[in-house]
């Protein structure tokens, strides 16, 4: 695992957008991950001033979202459809033919599940995923004591899920109980895993995601044994890490070609 940690989420975002530009850059059509939620905005913020000054184009790209609610139409301004438009895909050059979302509204969900892992393997597999954490250790939407060998599945949110995404509905009642959302298994086999964290509400999870034993019980872990993982945290998010002295070190030993700023 590589650790970033910088001062601020904005400084955070910064050097994140600078490893996705990196990456897009050696690649002739990028296969993108993307995430949603409140942790990447500032990312996706970041990429959208990038591509406005010229320094980054989607054109040649193609994007597969990690997950969306079961039974919320793509026009539902509570669905992930739409937050990716309105945060994205509108703003840049992304060719909306080679956007990917699963679709949570199929009619046969479990094909539909089936098809998105097909169609992520029809374009070469994902170069560089876009990840989050969850205050109990998600990632995408797999929860705690889920399997490590999940493929794209219909998931049910735990109560803690729900409760942190209840400030996106009217009311907690209306937050679907289930998603579809790429696996574990899924997301491993990405050739490399860019990670966001912000705020002390996650330094818990960032612990145990890092220096905690692999365990289902906190399903980021797995990210230990990930080939490719670079993980960009703020000082809160940092804090309770017993090696945030060493991590800060490596980075200021890295060779040059290694820095991403």
């Known amino acids: 695992m590589e ?20 990456i897009l850059s050696t690649r002739p059509q990028p296969v993108i991950g993307l995430a949603t939620g409140g942790t990447p905005l500032r990312l996706y913020r970041e990429l959208i001033r990038m591509h406005q000054s010229g320094e980054l184009s989607f054109k040649d790209c193609t994007s597969f979202n990690l997950d969306e609610y079961v039974g919320l139409p793509p026009e539902d301004e509570r669905s992930y459809h739409h937050y990716m438009r309105s945060n994205l895909f509108d703003q840049v050059d992304i060719d909306p033919s080679r956007i990917h979302l699963p ?40 929860e705690p004591t889920g399997s490590f060998a999940s493929r794209t599945w219909v998931k049910i949110l735990s109560e803690q899920t729900i409760k942190d995404n209840a400030i996106y509905f009217d009311d907690p009642e209306e937050v679907p109980r289930h998603v579809v959302t790429m696996g574990i298994a899924t997301v491993m086999e990405t050739r490399h895993c860019l990670l966001l964290a912000n705020g002390a509400k996650k330094a818990d999870a960032v612990r145990r995601m890092i220096e905690g034993p692999v365990s289902a019980s906190c399903p980021a872990s797995i990210l230990q044994m990930h080939k490719r993982v670079t993980i960009v945290l703020d000082e809160e998010a940092a804090y309770l890490l017993t090696f945030k002295d060493h991590y800060k070190w490596v980075e200021g030993n890295k060779l040059d070609w290694q820095k991403y700023d």
């Open 3 to 22: 650790i970033l940690i910088r001062d601020t989420p904005e400084e955070g975002a910064q050097v994140a957008a600078k490893l996705f530009k990196k």
């Open 103 to 142: 679709d949570g509204c199929a009619g046969d969900l479990r094909q539909a599940c089936r098809d998105y892992e097909k169609k992520i393997k029809e374009f070469g597999g994902i170069d560089l995923q876009v990840l989050g954490i969850g205050a109990n250790g998600h990632i995408g939407f797999n």
